[in-house]
């Protein structure tokens, strides 16, 4: 027998003992066991419950915001449209913002008539307290080309800068209006409304430097302050205004030149200088200067700090510019660089790069007389160009694109153009480079029989075909300005043209034109700069037609 037999016989009792205990051990974990399945499947339930609760209030967002919810109307912009203004002559001014705030861009120009072109708004040089005709501000929606708003601004319209944040301390972008006789007007750019008007004492004979510069806050109001320069004479006067009332700051400073001049304004890694330039000399004067001139206090801010390379090469009495000694400078530009902005000089014969880091010249490039404003395009992906037009005969002039880091010509085409020619623009392609739109005539080379004045034609080129011109338009009016946008963020490229009589001239009718540029495109006219055509007419225009656009930073 064995143990267990034999402890059993011994004591009986106990072994009953352990068979209760033994029982109760397994009823108490078949009663935990069904507590918790019990707990398990309440769980359970809720889970499901939350589930299908949670796909219930989302299926209802869904359907709210899908169909109770409007969305947003997203504006349907005219391919083409014109805004006609009869007995009226146009300034040569074209600012692009969105005025009205549906992220459309808008156009704001100025015109000379007796009314406005439209009763809506109703009003009159008179209601201004100006004769008339008088100078109107009119703001043209994007879309369509409804007058967004309309406002009489001064006897005539000297210059006109817009753009400008915080202006009379509105919260929309603003325009400045420099009236004859002098006067200098804030408009709000989203309602048209006067934020302030003030007259001035330019004097006898003046010429406003172009364009109206934006300064930091001086007079600590918290809005930016405006810097006009004024040439009569051999000198420069220079005031400072209040962005937020337009009230002079300090009194009129004075600079002396040896010539006409004009002016750029150049940012460096810390602080900003003003080079003005006559046909002969180059001046530099940093904004710390020019403040001191005028109000004849110190100010310490750190956008007014002066830069030590640039100080050791400026002349303290006359302020010329000692290494660089140009003659019959024309255009004066900023090219932007890897770290800081560069030096675009350009003479009568000849185009340089200055390094203003240290004022020395990176490259130069024989050019003959150039007559446009220098403009900024890709030819390459990425690799800015600089856009040069230059006479090179009677009624002949180049058109080139030079790669801004080694002064490479990486295109050139020879058209026929008008003194009165726009000059050109570029719109940004989403293939990292630019579309170029050119005014002038194509002449097939060899065929130099020209017995009429060149035709003001606009051809489109873009580098993904280096022997092909697109000629979009002929036009023969009389065109007062002349730019190209994409009116929306990375779409929707156009142009826009302002055509009719100048200031100078008897009133007639003032034509304001947007046109979309794929309308041009589709109907357009293939020229091919050389004898060897790649692919088809029909297929080069197809190609250009859904060439997609992307806005740069």
């Not at 969305?71 to 074209?94: D, G, K």
């Not at 408009?187 to 003030?198: A, K, S, Y």
């Not at 180049?398 to 020619?421: A, F, H, I, Y």
């Not at 100078?504 to 006219?525: N, T």
Request: glycine letters at 6%.
């Amino acid at each position: 027998m064995d143990n267990k037999d034999s402890e059993a016989e011994i004591h009986p009792l106990k072994t009953e003992d352990v068979k209760v205990q033994e029982n109760h051990e397994n009823s108490v974990e078949r009663r935990i066991v069904n507590k918790q399945s019990s707990q398990l499947s309440r769980l359970s339930r809720w889970r499901t419950a939350a589930f299908f609760i949670s796909l219930f209030l989302c299926l209802i967002i869904v359907f709210a915001f899908s169909f109770i919810i409007p969305c947003p109307e997203r504006p349907v912009s005219e391919r083409t449209w014109f805004r006609n203004y009869n007995h009226a002559v146009a300034y040569q001014f074209l600012a692009i913002q969105d005025v009205n705030k549906d992220k459309v861009q808008d156009v704001i120009f100025a015109f000379k008539a007796s009314n406005g072109s439209s009763s809506s708004f109703n009003r009159s040089c008179l209601d201004e307290g100006l004769p008339s005709p008088c100078a109107f501000i009119a703001a043209v929606s994007g879309t369509n080309g409804r007058a967004l708003w309309e406002r009489p601004a001064a006897e005539e319209v000297e210059w006109m800068e817009c753009g400008i944040k915080q202006l009379g301390g509105a919260e929309a972008l603003g325009c400045l209006v420099v009236g004859k006789p002098v006067s200098l007007t804030a408009v709000d750019g989203h309602t048209g409304e006067i934020q302030w008007r003030h007259s001035s004492d330019f004097g006898a004979n003046y010429t406003v430097l172009t364009p109206v510069s934006v300064i930091p806050d001086v007079d600590s109001d918290g809005v930016q302050d405006l810097i006009i320069f004024i040439a009569t004479g051999d000198k420069i006067k220079t005031f400072i205004h209040s962005g937020k009332n337009g009230k002079q700051i300090g009194s009129t400073g004075s600079l002396t030149v040896d010539g006409k001049p004009r002016y750029t304004r150049l940012k460096l890694v810390s602080s900003t200088y003003f080079l003005f330039y006559t046909e002969n000399s180059l001046y530099a004067y940093s904004l710390k200067d020019l403040y001191r001139a005028a109000t004849g206090m110190e100010i310490n801010l750190p956008s007014l700090q002066q830069d030590p390379q640039w100080e050791k090469n400026i002349d303290s009495t006359t302020h010329r510019l000692s290494l660089l000694s140009f003659g019959d400078i024309r255009y004066l530009a900023k090219i932007p660089g890897q770290s800081q902005e560069n030096i675009l000089v350009v003479n009568s014969d000849m185009a340089m790069l200055i390094n203003a880091h240290n004022l020395q010249t990176l490259w130069t490039l024989n050019v003959s007389r150039v007559v446009s404003e220098p403009l900024l395009g890709y030819y390459k992906p990425n690799v800015l160009g600089i856009v040069l037009e230059s006479e090179i005969g009677p009624n002949t002039k180049e058109v080139m694109v030079v790669e801004s880091g080694s002064g490479t010509v990486q295109w050139s085409l020879k058209l026929n153009s008008r003194e009165e020619s726009p000059g050109p623009a570029t719109l940004p392609t989403a293939d990292h480079r630019s579309t170029f739109l050119i005014w002038g005539e194509y002449q097939v080379p060899g065929n130099d029989t020209r017995s009429r004045a060149p035709l003001q034609k606009l051809y489109l080129f873009h580098p993904s075909y280096t022997n092909v011109l697109l000629e979009l338009r002929n036009s023969t009016d009389q065109i007062i300005a002349f730019d190209a946008l994409l009116f929306e963020r990375s779409r929707h490229a156009c142009y826009v043209l302002l055509r009719g009589p100048q200031p100078s001239e008897e009133p007639g009718m003032v034509s304001l034109m947007k046109r979309k540029l794929k309308e041009d495109v589709s109907g357009s006219r293939v020229i091919w700069l050389s004898q060897v055509a790649v692919d088809s007419e029909q297929y080069i225009r197809d190609r250009l037609y859904r060439m997609r656009f992307q806005s740069r930073a």
